[in-house]
T-cell receptor
Framework: EAQVTQNPRYLITVTGKKLTVTCSQN?????MSWYRQDPGLGLRQIYY???????DKGDVPEGYKVSRKEKRNFPLILESPSPNQTSLYFC????????????FGSGTRLTVV | GESVGLHLPTLSVQEGDNSIINCAYS??????FIWYKQESGKGPQFIID?????DKRQGQRVTVLLNKTVKHLSLQIAATQPGDSAVYFC?????????FGPGTSLSVIP
């Protein structure tokens, strides 16, 4: 089944403890992106990647890192999580940017205490 | 389920009626538009798309209308069903950016 897989689904962590949210797609998509979704603020882009080894900042990149060492994987790294990063995170992919709509993952609910 | 937004515009329709969800987009250079559906506890799901060289596109029970003059996009759902209850987002794509609208919550009354 064509899909974007995120893990974990839920995560509660403490301030400052590094964490990684994984994202993998099996559709050979070139474009991948991370979003956070907050009540009243909608979907905001954190980072995106046009292809392997190419990553760029979105609208809210502060406090996050990403890597794209292979086409299928696009992990989101929080080096030192803070409570304001408590949010619902979505990974998304598309064949190419602007060519088709996104396929989204199921989301990761992160709580930083 | 998880709430995806507070104070979202809400549309309530009777089961079997048609629904129309509207979206104003911001960038006149946007050339690709998509509607997504997000059910509680799930990620957004692609419904239908339209390019700027078209003004109407139909899918199964859904129609998207694009009015570039006033930068307006609408999603029409025919014979609305309880399973259509969700938050609906429009998204506009320009050269290097995708912008999502705030979403509209559709509630179907059985």
């Amino acid at each position: 089944e064509a899909q974007v897989t995120q893990n974990p689904r839920y995560l509660i962590t403490v301030t400052g403890k590094k964490l990684t949210v994984t994202c993998s797609q099996n559709m050979n998509h070139e474009y991948m992106s991370w979003y956070r979704q907050d009540p009243g603020l909608g979907l905001r882009q954190i980072y995106y990647s046009m292809n392997v080894e190419v990553t760029d900042k979105g609208d809210v990149p502060e406090g996050y890192k990403v890597s794209r060492k292979e086409k299928r994987n696009f992990p989101l790294i929080l080096e030192s999580p803070s409570p304001n990063q408590t949010s619902l995170y979505f990974c998304a992919s598309s064949l190419n940017f602007g060519a088709t709509g996104y396929t989204f993952g199921s989301g990761t609910r992160l709580t930083v205490v | 389920g998880e709430s995806v937004g507070l104070h979202l515009p809400t549309l309530s329709v009777q089961e079997g009626d048609n629904s129309i969800i509207n979206c104003a987009y911001s960038n006149s250079a946007s050339d690709y538009f998509i509607w997504y559906k997000q059910e509680s506890g799930k990620g957004p799901q692609f419904i239908i798309d339209i390019r700027s060289n078209m003004d109407k596109r139909q899918g199964q029970r859904v129609t998207v209308l694009l009015n570039k003059t006033v930068k307006h996009l609408s999603l029409q759902i025919a014979a609305t069903q309880p399973g259509d209850s969700a938050v609906y987002f429009c998204a506009e794509t320009s050269y290097d950016k995708v912008i999502f609208g705030p979403g509209t919550s559709l509630s179907v009354i059985p």
